[in-house]
């Protein structure tokens, strides 16, 4: 077992391996052969362990939600019912798309674990990304995920009693909540020593961002968004290491965030990192043509959420007045959030490995340079109306 004193302890090996022969449904899903199974941990997210273990026959992904965020390696204390939050998360996101949601086989709260399938042959989207690979159906299959959960779990598609409820339960989700709060809304907008970027490089443009007032008045805007709006229930993470995808098939993973909050808050922080795949290509292998295809993605993103979003609203009798200047609320949302999400992850505390892995460190800063002021001129763009303010100019 893993529990000592009440709070769970990392599994080896051999103890995972143990617990697994002693839980009648994983045990059965191996075939009861646990001493055939190998097991590696492979997670690189920034909370979690995942270990991979693969038997004969089949395969799960477990994740373990250690009592301390894996970023910080133990130094930052956090509860471990944060898997929880997301296996609730998942199964309510199954509802609405489950085309785009990995099984869950068990979840253990005491021992802060839980099994899902194991994707294969699936990578992370940012993976993807950096080699310039192409996902034809991606932009189909995200924006029917996007339309479907945020649609299901608004006013507009869920039965008003069961919304009360899953959001009292959801408003529980503090700590992670907290952690978006202070690294994606205040800190990279202030003084902090989690902040970190390109130095001496980037100062002045840093420097400059902390002081213009348009834009922090944004940015408390948007964050005022996120603490007070209940739209739907969010992924509360989805960026492009919370997908993995093949070629046809697109899973939506890690919604350990999740939370009732503004609609475009999910849509922007995914096509945020899609623009800073795109801003980071030159350090990449990446085809030229596959720039311009990025930002057709994020443009046919938006454009498809908004039509089967629509859709949806349409079939149940909601009136396309009340649906349009709704929308146009949620893409002003979309932009903003994109442009924070950018900013966060070149001059915040958690960054992402676009940038990280350009070895250049001149192309590096030139990259983070192009994409931080891009992201500066959205969030002091007067109307924010059409998506295709997101992609212009570039
Ligand atoms: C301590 S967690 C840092 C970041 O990683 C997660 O994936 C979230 O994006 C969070 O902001
Ligand atoms: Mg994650």
Redesign the pocket.
Known sequence: MSVQDGSPTAFSEATLKAYLAQTPLLAQHFGGKIADLSVTEIGD???NFVFFVRGPDAALAIKQALPW????KGA?A?GSNRLGFETRALQIFAEFAPQHVPHIYHYDEGNALMAQEFLTPHIILRKGLMAAQDYPLLGDHISTYLANCLYGSSGLGMAPSRRRALQADFARNIE?CE??ER??FTHPFQTAASNRWSTPDLDAEVAALQANAALITRVQALKLGFLTQSEALLHG?L?S??IMLTADQTQVI?PE?ATFGPMGFDIG?LLGNLMLAYFAQPGHAGRPAYKAQTLRLVEQIWQEFARKFSDLAKADGWSTPLVQPLLSGVLADTIGYAAIEMI?RII???HIAEFETIADAKLRVKCEKAALNHAVALLTHPAPDTIGILTAGL
């Open positions: 997210g920034n909370l965020s894996r970023m910080s930052r956090l992670l952690i978006t690294l994606v993470d960026h290491g919370s890690d965030f922080m966060r915040g505390a958690a």
